[in-house]
Each structure stands twice: as structure tokens, then as C-alpha cells.
């Protein structure tokens, strides 16, 4: 899976970029590569790790500003991998 | 178990681990980790202003951490003479080196100094030297010498070691999992 990030700045480094997740909880910023953004600003997260109706609790690729590994987002906010959608 | 020199060598060349550029194979290895090496674009952080008291509450409501980084530190790049440290200075600096550590290879890593700079004062991270299974980026290293005199930090030099460790297992977001094939975006996976 790939969660939706919006750009929310540069980052300290110039290989990197600060994104943002829209969560259940609000929004989470994280510092990442700018090699694992998509073309269409997404990251990947691998496999959802539990589910709450249209809550999915997703892995981030890097700690958020908040201290947060493990965020709940809405399903619109997450992509399949465009190997996952050749299986589907 | 800590991967060892050809155990690492052989992820690499069936790309259970990036590092770019590669690591010299002649004498970037030891037995049992491989040498990072010192980027050129480092972020410094400030000395104490008279008068002025800062201080970072990391319980604060909306404290971000990237921009107190941001706040206290200037960017900079190391030139070829190299960058003095003086003692108790501390800069964020990142490896040259991009590394990634995909999920299914299960491995994670951890980033150590050397010895040789540790003996000098020179610490490269503050407590926080795991490198997740998933992982893909530069290193961040939260350098501070300890020493009572400045070391000097040069481009390209070797400035802390990885290593290498297998997971037990793969963790839970590398596997399909028990929702694969349930409707995720508004579009429906077929089911394994």
C-alpha cells in the first residue's frame, strides 16, 4: 500500500523532504527521502496492520515529528502498489 | 545475528540492501559491519546567545522536530579543508552513502561510531542508532565532540560503521496480512 503525503516543506539535507499525513488524529509530518515519495506524492507502507471500518492502521517509513511509528487513516487516503493492483 | 563482511556483500549484489554509491569492497568492510561515509551538507546548530534562554518541550502540543532543527541550526556544507568541531558543538550531518533496507529482506541495522573517532571524543548519534527493516534514505548522524580539543570533520571521510542484523521474521507490514483483498481507496483487491 501507499498513503497519500502532501509536501509540507523541505528538509534539512537537500535529499530530503518533510511530508505530511492527514491521520485520524490530525496531521503527522515526517522528514523522508525524496527517492520514496511517488510521482503522485505518495509513500509506501506496506501491508495495513488492523482496520476500524474506514480506519487503517498503516506503518510510516520514518518516525514522525511526534514520535509516531503507527498512525489510523481513512481508506481514500491509501493507493495499492502498482504491483498489488497487477495481482488484483 | 549481525550479518558478516560476505553476508553483506552477497545482499548487496542480489539487492537485499542498497547502499549508494557502493561501499569500497576492498577496505570499507570489517568482519562484521561496513563504513559509512561523511556527507558533505551538514546542519549546525547554534551556541547560547547571552541573555536569550531557549528551551525544547518535546510534550508540547503541535512540537515538531524538524522545525526546532530548523530553528536552531544552519545549514552549511563541509569544504575541502574540512569543518572544525570545537568541543561540545553539535551538528546533525548525514551519511554520503543512500541506504535502504527493503521489508521482505529482513533486515534492519543498526549505525555505530568508530573507534578510532570515539577514542578522539567524537560521538555520531545520540542514542537513536536503529536503522528499521524498511528503511530508505541517508543516514542522519547527531554528531558532539566530547573532546577538549576540536576534531576536524572532512567530506568523504569514514564516519560511522553499519551493521547489519537479520530480523526474526518479516515484520507485519511486510506480509499481505489478513485485509488483503478488502476494499482499500475505494478500489477492490482480488483475494490471494
Known sequence: MRVKVQIAGEGLHPSEVVVQVATAEGAEKLVVDKRSLGNDNTLSVGAPLGRKGDLWLVELPRETMRGSWRVWVKGKELEQEAEEAQVA | ?192
Open chain 2, 1 to 192: 545475528m549481525i550479518l558478516t563482511d560476505r553476508e553483506i556483500k552477497i545482499a548487496i549484489r542480489q539487492r537485499l540492501i542498497e547502499i549508494d554509491p557502493a561501499p569500497n569492497e576492498s577496505v570499507a568492510f570489517s568482519a562484521t559491519a561496513v563504513d559509512l561515509t561523511l556527507d558533505p551538507d551538514i546542519a549546525i546548530f547554534g551556541g547560547a546567545v547571552p541573555g536569550v534562554r531557549k528551551e525544547i518541550d518535546p510534550s508540547e502540543e503541535g512540537f515538531d522536530a524538524e522545525r526546532v532543527a530548523l530553528d536552531l541550526a544552519t545549514r552549511a556544507k563541509i569544504k575541502a579543508d574540512g569543518y572544525l568541531l570545537k568541543p561540545k558543538d553539535f551538528v546533525l550531518a548525514w551519511t554520503r552513502e543512500y541506504v535502504r533496507l527493503p521489508t521482505p529482506s529482513r533486515v534492519a541495522a543498526r549505525v555505530e561510531g568508530k573507534s578510532s573517532l570515539a577514542r578522539c571524543g567524537l560521538a555520531v548519534h545520540m542514542t537513536a542508532p536503529t536503522i528499521h527493516s524498511g528503511f530508505e534514505g541517508r543516514i542522519r548522524l547527531e554528531m558532539m565532540n566530547h573532546s577538549p580539543v576540536p576534531i576536524r570533520l572532512k567530506p568523504g571521510m569514514r564516519i560511522c560503521q553499519l551493521i547489519l542484523e537479520m530480523t526474526l521474521g518479516t515484520p507485519e507490514k511486510g506480509y499481505q496480512g489478513q485485509f488483503f483483498g478488502q476494499t482499500v481507496g475505494g478500489k477492490k483487491k482480488k483475494a490471494a
